[in-house]
C-alpha cells in the first residue's frame, strides 16, 4: 500500500460541517461586521451578504457535484482542480489556493489577538504599566507568534483528530457568544426605530450640529449598553476620542472587499478530503450545510447590529461594539471572538498542510528532494508534519507584518480564483458529453456559470490592483 493511502479515514460529516460553520462565523462577524452595517446600511448589508453567497452557492453546489462524480483523496479542493484541469493547471491553481490558505491562518491568529487588546489596555491602566510594557502589549505580534508555534505544535503532535476535538469545543464557545448577543439589550433599540438605509454618513452630518451625545456622537466609549456589571468593565470600555475630521464615503464594493473573507469558510472543511470514510456524502451535506447556516445566521446578526447601536458606533472599528450589545458581553464576546478565530486558525491549519502535501505527492515542484520532503508524512494517519513547517513559516512572515485589512484582501482575491475555477470545472462538465461524469448532486450548468462569472467579475470591483496581481502571479505559477 502506498504512503497515499496509508492514512486511517475516520472523519464522517461533523467535522466538514463543523469546519466550514466555524470559519464562516469568524473574525470578520465579530471585527467588521458592525463596520458594513454603519457605512452601508442593513438595506446595503444584506445586499452584500446576498452578494456574497451568490459567490458561494454555487461554489459549494460545484464542489458538491464534482465530489460525488469522483474519489475525492487528500488536497480537497485541490485534488478536484487537478483531477478536472490536469496537473498543469490544477497545480497553479494549487498553489494559489494553499498560499490563500497559509496566509488565512495569519488572518485569523492576527483577528485573535484582538480579543485580548481590551484585556492589555486594562491591564495597563490598571497596573500603570510602564510605556514600552504597554507597548508590547499592545503589538498583535506578541500574542499572535506565540499563538502560532502553539497551534502548529498541537496539530503536528497530535493531529488532525485533535484538532476536530478542539474544534467541537470552540463551536460551543461560538454558540454561547451568539446567544448572548442575541439576549442583549441596548438602551439604542428602545429609544430609536430601525431605519435600514441609515448610515454613518447620516449621523455625521447631523452630529455637527449637535450637542455631545454617547449615541449619535464619535465618541462611543461612553455608550450606554447591556447591563454588564464588575470592575474591569469601564476600564476595558474606555477608548480613545475618535476624530470629528468629515469622514470619507466608502463605496459599496470597497466595503464589500473587506467583508468578503466572512464567506469564504464554506470549503474548508473539503481539504479533510483524505481523511473521511465517505467524502463523496460527507462534503456536499457539510459544505452546503455550512454555507447555508452561516448565510442565515448572518442576516440575523446584521438586523441585530441595526437595531442596537448607531452607524457611529457600528462604523468605528476601534472598539468591539458587538461587546457593547450582548449580554455580558464585555467578557463573553472577546472569549466568542477568541473561540471563533482560534476555530478558524485551526481549520486552515489542518486544511493548508494537506493541500500542499497533495501537491508535492503530484510531482509539481522542480526536485525530486523537494517533493520528498514536502509529501512525507507522520504516524499512521499520515499527518503533513514537513508541509506544515512550510505553513507556519508564510503564516509567520504575514503575523510580522500586522495588517489585517490588507491581508484579508489578499485571501480574498486568491479564494476568488479558486471558487470561479471550481464552478467553471462544473459548467464545463455539463457540456462535455463525458459518460463517466455522473455525480450523484446535481447542479444546474448555468448556476456553475453565474458562479464562475461572479468570482472573476467581483475581483476587479473589489480590487483592481490586487486582481491584476493576483492574475500576474496564477500566469507566473503557470
Not at 270 to 294: Q, Y
Not at 324 to 344: F, K, N, R, V, Y
Not at 441 to 449: C, H, M
Request: glycine share 8%; net charge neutral; with cysteine.
Amino acid at each position: 500500500m502506498s504512503t497515499f493511502e496509508q492514512g486511517i479515514k475516520k472523519f464522517g460529516t461533523a467535522p466538514v460541517f463543523f469546519t466550514a460553520i466555524s470559519t464562516i462565523l469568524g473574525a470578520i462577524m465579530f471585527l467588521r461586521f458592525g463596520f458594513a452595517v454603519g457605512n452601508v446600511g442593513l438595506a446595503g448589508t444584506f445586499a452584500i451578504i446576498v452578494i456574497g453567497n451568490a459567490v458561494t452557492i454555487p461554489t459549494a453546489m460545484a464542489i458538491a457535484e464534482i465530489a460525488t462524480n469522483q474519489k475525492v483523496e487528500g488536497g480537497g479542493e485541490y485534488y478536484i482542480i487537478s483531477r478536472s484541469f490536469g496537473l498543469v493547471i490544477g497545480s497553479t491553481i494549487g498553489m494559489a489556493l494553499f498560499l490563500s490558505q497559509a496566509i488565512s491562518v495569519a488572518f485569523y491568529i492576527i483577528a485573535f489577538t484582538e480579543a485580548f487588546s481590551p484585556l492589555f489596555k486594562w491591564l495597563a491602566v490598571q497596573f500603570h504599566l510602564p510605556p514600552w510594557l504597554a507597548w508590547l502589549l499592545a503589538q498583535k505580534q506578541t500574542v499572535g507568534i506565540p499563538a502560532l508555534i502553539a497551534l502548529t505544535a498541537i496539530m503536528l503532535t497530535k493531529g488532525a483528530d485533535l484538532g476536530v476535538k478542539a474544534l467541537y469545543f470552540v463551536v460551543a464557545t461560538l454558540g454561547i457568544a451568539m446567544v448572548a448577543f442575541f439576549l442583549g439589550q441596548t438602551e439604542y433599540s428602545r429609544q430609536h426605530t430601525l431605519d435600514p438605509f441609515a448610515t454613518v454618513y447620516d449621523i455625521e452630518a447631523d452630529s455637527q450640529q449637535a450637542d455631545a451625545d454617547p449615541i449619535t456622537t464619535f465618541t462611543p466609549a461612553r455608550a450606554d449598553t447591556s447591563q454588564a456589571a464588575g470592575a474591569l468593565q469601564p476600564a476595558i470600555r474606555q477608548a480613545p476620542p475618535a476624530s470629528r475630521a468629515p469622514l470619507i464615503p466608502l463605496g459599496f464594493f470597497t466595503v464589500f472587499a473587506i467583508i468578503f473573507p466572512a464567506f469564504t469558510g464554506m470549503t474548508a472543511g473539503v481539504g479533510l478530503s483524505g481523511d473521511l470514510r465517505d467524502p463523496g456524502k460527507s462534503i456536499p451535506l457539510g459544505t452546503l450545510g455550512g454555507t447555508i447556516s452561516g448565510m442565515i445566521i448572518y442576516f440575523f446578526i446584521a438586523y441585530k447590529l441595526a437595531a442596537s447601536a448607531s452607524p457611529a458606533e457600528l462604523a468605528d472599528t476601534s472598539r468591539l461594539v458587538m461587546a457593547d450589545i450582548a449580554w455580558q458581553g464585555w467578557w463573553l464576546i472577546p472569549i466568542g471572538l477568541a473561540a471563533a478565530t482560534i476555530s478558524s486558525a485551526l481549520g486552515s491549519i489542518m486544511v493548508a498542510p494537506r493541500t500542499l502535501q497533495a501537491i508535492a505527492r503530484d510531482q509539481i515542484f522542480p526536485t525530486p528532494t523537494i517533493n520528498r520532503w514536502i509529501a512525507q508524512g507522520k504516524g499512521a494517519s499520515d499527518e503533513p508534519f514537513n508541509a506544515s513547517v512550510v505553513t507556519l513559516i508564510i503564516a509567520g512572515v504575514f503575523i510580522l507584518m500586522g495588517a489585517l485589512d490588507s491581508v484579508a484582501e489578499v485571501i480574498s482575491m486568491f479564494f476568488m480564483v479558486t471558487y470561479g475555477s471550481l464552478c467553471l470545472i462544473s459548467f464545463l462538465n455539463h457540456f462535455a458529453a463525458d459518460p463517466s461524469y455522473r455525480p450523484k448532486f446535481k447542479s444546474r450548468w448555468y448556476i456553475s456559470l453565474f458562479g464562475a462569472v461572479a468570482c472573476f467579475g467581483l475581483m476587479f470591483f473589489m480590487n483592481g490592483g490586487y486582481a491584476v496581481a493576483a492574475v500576474i502571479m496564477i500566469l507566473l505559477l503557470y
